[in-house]
């Protein structure tokens, strides 16, 4: 293996991680798969993004680059 390999293994774990963080913060559930499926977990849907199961599309806008960019800032609690 090359350090090209671990580098890119690299990349993807960052990858997931802030994606984890997205949905974390900015992620709601799926109110179709809520109403169709109650006994299993809805999809979480960050905004813009459509449910692959129900086809829901989740109306709120897009995310600006200020909110993407406060992903890795810790949230204050009051």
């Known amino acids: ?14 990858m997931d ?6 949905r974390a913060r900015f992620g709601v ?7 169709n499926r109650p006994k299993t977990n809805a999809t979480i849907l960050l ?5 692959r199961v129900d086809g829901y ?5 897009n995310l600006t680059q200020q909110q993407e960019q406060d992903v890795y800032r810790p949230v204050r609690s009051t």
């Open 57 to 61: 599309c989740d109306p709120r806008p």
């Open 1 to 14: 293996m090359s350090h090209d390999d671990y580098s890119m293994g690299d990349m993807y774990r960052g």
């Open 47 to 51: 905004p813009q993004q459509r449910c």
């Open 29 to 35: 559930e799926c109110p179709t798969c809520k109403i």
């Open 17 to 22: 991680a802030r994606r984890k963080l997205l």
